[in-house]
Each structure stands twice: as structure tokens, then as C-alpha cells.
């Protein structure tokens, strides 16, 4: 088993090498003068699964082209089986058409992927008209969850008497409604209601004291991070002592400066790296690896 | 049938859709504040023939993946076919593995285009290694040349007893070739040996006197220059009068300051939308286009 990365997830992936005793072997990746993509293994990957390991972020269309790039490149030279980590999944908010005539992105991404690589692992990813990853990929797809290692984070850090775990909007309930009830906290989901583009109502729907609590506000996805402060904002005016935003997936981009003023303490999964990681998914993603191997060797040995 | 472009060769889609009196409809295209790419049509494509006309270059991965996302897009949509029109197709020069372990992107880009597009049409690839388009394309592929309308400027700017048609180096003397054959100039090829980083020597591999002529250097890919600065200080020293450099397709990734500061004259095709564009290769994907509609008619008459 070799395990790279394109860039993106570097030390999630030396850190998965460590846990599964694997070789860890770097790509080179580079462009010439005239922006094409080069790329090259750096270690033999002829009858070896490679497994490599990129968050969509940042950089979607660059992280994919480099993906397949370094898939194809991988069965060319050889490799038995190539397995996509990809803890963060782009263009999964893309799954309808909104508008007449508009790409259904994540669509295209999957049918890609199906081409170029074997199986692909991810974490928590934005399924929110889709039921399951299996209606846009028809390679084997295994949604992986941080909610275990987030809820341990919880249960470490806060006091289960004094905090509440809030969601800040109705698609992100299911990471908050599962967190809390493996930290035997309670939990609520906050609604949002935009009436002009400055003026926006924020309701709790299952109404929950606030006053003297910690509160803990879950999101999978945080991206420009408006959603957590408009949350923030009502949680205080509740009376809420203290304010933690915790993102599956930080993307933060537009900095972290507005949430750090807003006073929210802010904290994210290693799904994508950033400054703010503070729970490590590898633990989640090593299981599944292991899992995969021992089918294949059950599988071999029938 | 629908023109459109994914933003590199909105002029050359336009000047197509009036000669064909065709529709020319653009794609709306932006990026979400994640990054992902956010493709629309603004118009209804359903049972038609969309043609998607995009140099790739500048940015050929961005290139690809727009044009896959519009393709695919398309197809969704309902459109009959997908044609490419790249009159400047990136990634061909990486046609082998230099080194062990690379990736050899012609035929990745290529293996992407077979599975989101129906037809490519493109002008002057850099074809090497492989003898025609066929070795990486499955679909279709047709091979235009704008070797008649560069033949044609040549002639009509130039005094046929005083000039002089050059290829800097072996793999372009097939340009340089063709097209002083339908001039009627005289041709010869360079030849390029590198010693150190700074000591190359250049000789001409034809001797062909060029004192006091104008010396016309052709070369399919103008990226650097340099190749091209070095061919016009060998035809200098050689007493040549003057330099003009004409280039399929103009990168100029290290802008023309360095050509202009050598005395070159420098003319592009406008294969890829650029300040020095002179010579329209529109005539030549008209007339390819037409035949293909035509053989269409043909095939349904039948």
C-alpha cells in the first residue's frame, strides 16, 4: 500500500502512513511554463493499491484535475487499486438545478471520479437532496462520519450539565442531533428566516434555556461563516455564556476575523487543514481502511 | 446549432457563429465563494448541436474542466452533440514518459474529452511521439492546419525573391516547410545544440544564404520565445535584414518584451486571443464545420 497526497491533505495522509504502517511516498507535482500539470510518482506503484489522500479545499477544480491526474496516472503505471480519500467533497452543494441551464456540479464531479478511481472514502459530506452517496457514484462510496470523534472532543472539554449543542440551520441539524445525543447533551436546531438582505430572523424551533450555558454550535460545512454569527448572535441574546463553533469542514473563506469578533471560539476536523484543527479524523479513516483490507483478504481467502 | 465559449475564445466563437449564421450564446460562468465552479446556459439547448469553442490556454486545466462542465452540462440538457473547437489544444507535449513515473497528460486530457465530448476539432497540435490524433482519441478528432492562411499573409506581405522561411528547431521544420512550399519561398530548418545552461550552438542545417533577406521563422507553439530569439540572432548574425516571427499559437508566457528587444517582428493566428493575432484562422473551422453539417445531411438523406 503507498499513500500520497496532491497537495492538500499532506499531513493527514503521513499521519494515516504512521497509523497503518505504510509507506508514505510524495507526488511531485509542479506546472510548466505554459500551466500544464506535472505530475510524478516517486516510488514504484506497479501491483500496489495507492491510496491517495485530498480535501477538495482550497482549489476544487484544481484538487480534481490533480486527483484524476494522479489516479490515471497510478493504474498506468501499474497500481492493483486506487482508493480516494477525500475527507472534504466539493461541489456537493450543487445537486439540483436551481436555475434553467445550470450545471448540476456534483453530478459531473462523481461521474469524473467514477472513470478515474476505484473506490472513495469521505467524511460527512453535504447529502442533502441526495439520500445517499450511491445516486451519483457508481464506484464503491463510503460516507465516513466525525461525529464520534467530535462528540469525544465535547465530552472532553465541555460540562455536560452546562452546555447546549445547537445546529444553526435545519440541514445541519443531523450533525448536532447525533453529537448530542452521544454526549448525552441537549440539543436544538436554529431557523432562519431572511426577509431583505439586511434584515433576518433567527427562531429557535425546540426552545431550550440559554441563559449561564455553554453552547456549541455544529456545522458541517463552515464556509464564509455568516450562518455561525447570525447563530452566535441569537444564542447571546438568549443569554449564553460562551459561543463554540465547530466545523466538520472549515473552509473559512473570508478569514476567521468576523467569527473571532463576533466572539465565537472556533474549532474544525482536520477534514481540511487549517490553524483551527483541533480533532483529528484519522482514527475514523484508518478503521475504514482496515475494514476495506480485511474484506479483501476474506475475499481472497473464500 | 449553439456557439458558446468558456471564456478564452469568446471573439473567434462569435466571428464563427456570424459566418455560419449560427447562434452565439454565452455560457454564464463563476466560481461559488468555495471555489466550485458555477456553470449556466442561457438559452435552451435541447436537441441541438452545441459547439463549444475554447483555446486552452491561458489556465488549461481550468480550461478542461469548463469545458467538460459545459459539455456534460449540455448533454444533461438534452443537446443532440457536443463539438469541441480547440483550436489550441494544451498538454500535447507531455506525449511519453520522460522519467519514470510521470504522467503522461496528453492522453489523460485526452481520456476526459472521450468520455464528455463527441467530436474535437482542433488546429496545429503539437504532434511528435504520436503520429495523429487517433493514437489518444477515441472519438473523432480532426486535425485542422492554418498552414494556408499563414502561406497566405506570407505572400501577400512579403517579396517572394527576398524572403527567406525558417523552423527554429527539427520537431516545427514540418510548419515551416509546408507552408514555403505553398508560398514558393525558399525554407531551411535550425538546429539547436546545448552545451552548458549558456553556451548552445545553432546551425543551419541547409545552408541557404540570408544576407540582406527577410527571414520569416515559423514555429507552431511560440511559449518562451527562446527557442525563437536564438533562431533570429543565428539568422542576424547571418546578415538577415529583418526578423519576423509567426507562431500557431502565441503563449508568450513570458510576455513579447524579450522577442521585442531581439528586432523580431512578432504575428500570431488567433488560435489563442492575443495582441499580435494577424492572421484569422476562422476560414479554416468554418469550412470544417460546414462539412461536417453537410456529411450530416448526407447521412440522414441516406
Known amino acids: 500500500m503507498i499513500i500520497t497526497s496532491c497537495g492538500n491533505s499532506i499531513k493527514l495522509a503521513k499521519s494515516l502512513a504512521r497509523k497503518l504502517k505504510a509507506q508514505y511516498s510524495p507526488l511531485t507535482i509542479s506546472s510548466f511554463p505554459d500551466g500544464d500539470i506535472y505530475l510524478k510518482y516517486n516510488t514504484s506503484v506497479k501491483g500496489k493499491k495507492v ?34 480519500v477525500a475527507p472534504y467533497l466539493a461541489y456537493m452543494r450543487q445537486d439540483t438545478r436551481f436555475h434553467a441551464g445550470e450545471a448540476i456540479s456534483s453530478r459531473i464531479m462523481a461521474k469524473l471520479l467514477n472513470h478515474s478511481i476505484d473506490k472513495i472514502i469521505t467524511i460527512d459530506p453535504h447529502l442533502h437532496r441526495y439520500k445517499s452517496l450511491k445516486t451519483i457514484f457508481t464506484i464503491p462510496a463510503v460516507r465516513l462520519t466525525a461525529n464520534s470523534v467530535i462528540a469525544e472532543y465535547i465530552s472532553k472539554k465541555f460540562d455536560r450539565a452546562k452546555t447546549v449543542i445547537i445546529g444553526p440551520d435545519r440541514e445541519s441539524y443531523q450533525w448536532a442531533e447525533s453529537i448530542a445525543a452521544k454526549t448525552g447533551m441537549p440539543s436544538t436546531v436554529l431557523e432562519k428566516t431572511r426577509f431583505t438582505s439586511k434584515k433576518v430572523r433567527v427562531k429557535m424551533i425546540k426552545p431550550i434555556p440559554l441563559k449561564g450555558k455553554d453552547v456549541v454550535i455544529i456545522d458541517d460545512i463552515i464556509s464564509t461563516g455568516h450562518t455561525i454569527i447570525e447563530a452566535a448572535k441569537k444564542a447571546k441574546s438568549l443569554g449564553a455564556k460562551s459561543i463554540t463553533a465547530i466545523g466538520v469542514h472549515g473552509l473559512f473563506v473570508e478569514g476567521l476575523l468576523k467569527l473571532q469578533k463576533a ?40
Chains 1, 2 share one sequence.
Not at 479545499?57 to 480516494?84: C, Q, W, Y
Not at 487549517?274 to 482514527?283: L, R, S
Open 263 to 302: 466572539g465565537i471560539k472556533v474549532i474544525s476536523t482536520n477534514c481540511i487543514e487549517h490553524t483551527t484543527n483541533k480533532i483529528d479524523v484519522a482514527p475514523v479513516i484508518v478503521e475504514a481502511l482496515r475494514s476495506h483490507e480485511s474484506a479483501r483478504k476474506r475475499l481472497t481467502m473464500d
Open 51 to 84: 491510496i491517495i489522500v485530498q480535501s477538495f479545499h482550497p482549489s476544487p477544480n484544481s484538487s480534481l484535475m490533480r486527483v484524476i491526474f494522479a489516479a490515471e496516472t497510478a493504474k498506468d503505471l501499474g497500481a492493483r487499486k486506487v482508493i480516494l
